[in-house]
Each structure stands twice: as C-alpha cells, then as structure tokens.
C-alpha cells in the first residue's frame, strides 16, 4: 500500500501514511504515523510517536465508561436537560415516574408536573437564576407518576457541558414522597393535639 501511494506522489507533495503499530526494540508496541515527502529521487519519512495520545484517549474512553456506568446505575434519579427537554435519563429518574426513557427524552418536564401554578412559578424562578449565572439551585415540585399517583422531587440543577461539548443543565432528583408525607402527617398530628389541648381547657 505505502509502495503504491509513494509511486503517485509528485515532486515535492507530502503524505501522510495511515497509523501502523510498530515493535520497539524492548517488545513493546508503539504506535506511530509516517509523513513521507518526495524530493528529488529520494521519499524522506518522518515518523510521529502516536502511542502515549492513543493511550490517553484509551484511559480517558474508559474512565467515561465508568463514569456512565456508575451514573446509570446510581440510586439517584439523574437528567440532563437541553433547551428545557430531556437529552438524557439515567433509570432511577425513569423509575421515579414509572416511565422508560423513551418516554422521556425529548419531553419537558413540565408535561409530567403536577406542582400548583405558584409553586411552578417558583421552579421557573430557580431556572432563571440558573440561566443568570448561578452555579446551583436547590428546588421542589411535584411530578405525576404513570399510574396517576404523586410524587414529590427535591431536585438539584447545575450547568455542565454535555459530551458533545455544548452546555446543557444536570438535575440530581431524588424523592421525598415519603419524608413529606410523613411531615404532613406530624403537622396533622400537632394540630389535633392542640385543638384537643384547648377542647380540654375551655371545658376546664
């Protein structure tokens, strides 16, 4: 291959031969490009050392799959959202609201939200400040479920730089059902006490 194309190149012109692994004298493999330019009735080459950038890229390949694996996998809802739709759902989030991710990506949040228009109201605030300049912004709201149920969020956004190097806004989510059902509940609690600790008081 490199015979044929050293036979077509003109006086002067420069090639760039495809990669190739070569074996140094101690065994290892190195891998290495060739630049081969004509001059006169001579092909001068000039190889360039490949094999520490091919390996970084190897390291940083598998550090991003860890990355992803361990995101992926994680018990907290993750999303990354674009232009306020879903570019990515990891399968906590999608569990959360009972729907795969086919469901979601390209969908705004707002289509599963059943959070009351002023507590909205104050979702939209926290993207602003976001879009304004802040680095992080705590906030609640309340989503519907697939099967109709409730749940509430306590979601934390932060802009990023998706990998394919535009930015975009990462939501951590994660469920607090459970904790604000539990605190409406002692609240209801607290407030029959006291209703009754005053029944108690005017009969005495």
């Not at 926290?126 to 509430?152: F, Q």
Request: net charge negative.
């Amino acid at each position: 291959r490199w015979e044929k194309m050293i036979t077509l190149m003109q006086q002067g012109q420069t090639i760039e031969m495809p990669e190739t692994t070569l074996r140094s004298k101690s065994g290892a493999l190195q891998v290495a490009r060739a630049r081969a330019t004509l001059v006169g009735d001579e092909v001068v080459v000039a190889w360039i050392d490949l094999t520490n950038i091919r390996r970084q890229e190897a390291e940083l390949k598998e550090s991003e799959r860890r990355f992803r694996s361990m995101v992926e996998n994680a018990v907290t809802g993750l999303y990354v959202r674009r232009g306020r739709k879903f570019i990515y759902v990891n399968d906590s989030f999608c569990q959360m609201l009972g729907r795969s991710a086919d469901e979601l990506l390209g969908h705004e949040l707002t289509e599963f939200s059943d959070t009351t228009p002023q507590d909205w109201q104050r979702v939209l605030q926290a993207w602003d400040r976001l879009e304004a300049g802040d680095r992080h912004v705590r906030v609640e709201a309340t989503l519907r479920h697939k099967d109709g149920s409730k749940i509430e969020l306590a979601i934390s956004i932060s802009p990023i730089e998706w990998d394919d190097g535009q930015p975009a806004v990462i939501g951590l989510v994660d469920d607090i059902t459970n904790r604000k059902q539990a605190a409406e509940q002692i609240e209801s609690y607290v407030q029959r006490l006291e209703a009754s600790m005053q029944a108690t008081l005017r009969a005495v």
